[in-house]
T-cell receptor, first 115, second 114 residues
Framework: EADIYQTPRYLVIGTGKKITLECSQTMGHDKMYWYQQDPGMELHLIHYSYGVNSTEKGDLSSESTVSRIRTEHFPLTLESARPSHTSQYLC??????????????FGDGTRLSIL | TQLLEQSPQFLSIQEGENLTVYCNSSSVFSSLQWYRQEPGEGPVLLVTVVTGGEVKKLKRLTFQFGDARKDSSLHITAAQPGDTGLYLCAGAGRYGGSQGNLIFGKGTKLSVKP
């Protein structure tokens, strides 16, 4: 049973459009993450947040931006989508003081395709 | 840069066979997690190993963390079609710019045929 929800599950859209990928969790976790996953490649962390009004860029450079106005909500926005943004985007959350020792709970992802 | 190398990348076996997948790094990790991801879904945590040399069992799955905390293995006994999926290892750095966030390997894609 999923306590972390991502919408939409699939999105096919033209170049230049503004896109927002939604992620919500009901577990009250302070820590939330966005990963990018391409076939045959590892998950790359693109953004993370340790709480409300806290956002940081991850290891993989991304043109997307995020916001964390509420604990449960961590949307990702692309102001002007390009074909290079085509990928699967996974949202996750975790609790605890040291993220590495706590399980991350993942949503089912948004598969984004930019034409 | 901390990297996790997983091998093999692909594995196709018959039901009932045993298998081992590996996760190796030149870096030390404070802990290592194993996830399984099925098509169209997000990864789901299987286990976290924290202590060097630690062995954890989850039914037919046995996980081991290397003594030096640089590597880990996952052994599946008598594989079943339900074990099919992408197995990902993820390490948490002891220090560093990623604030202890997880670093993922590319995964081992396992297919178990009936």
């Amino acid at each position: 049973e999923a306590d972390i929800y991502q919408t939409p599950r699939y999105l096919v859209i033209g170049t230049g459009k503004k896109i927002t990928l939604e992620c919500s969790q009901t577990m009250g976790h302070d820590k939330m993450y966005w990963y990018q996953q391409d076939p045959g490649m590892e998950l790359h962390l693109i953004h993370y947040s340790y709480g409300v009004n806290s956002t940081e860029k991850g290891d993989l450079s991304s043109e997307s931006t995020v916001s964390r106005i509420r604990t449960e909500h961590f949307p990702l926005t692309l102001e002007s989508a390009r074909p290079s943004h085509t990928s699967q985007y996974l949202c996750a959350s975790s609790e605890g003081d040291f993220p590495g020792n706590q399980p991350q709970h993942f949503g089912d992802g948004t598969r984004l395709s930019i034409l | 840069t901390q990297l996790l190398e997983q091998s093999p990348q692909f594995l196709s076996i018959q039901e009932g066979e045993n298998l081992t997948v590996y996760c190796n790094s030149s870096s030390v990790f404070s802990s290592l997690q194993w996830y399984r991801q099925e098509p169209g879904e997000g990864p789901v945590l299987l286990v976290t190993v924290v202590t060097g040399g630690e062995v954890k069992k989850l039914k037919r799955l046995t996980f081991q963390f290397g003594d030096a905390r640089k590597d880990s293995s996952l052994h599946i006994t008598a594989a079943q079609p339900g074990d099919t999926g992408l197995y990902l290892c993820a390490g948490a750095g002891r220090y560093g710019g990623s604030q202890g966030n997880l670093i993922f390997g590319k995964g081992t894609k396992l297919s178990v045929k009936p």
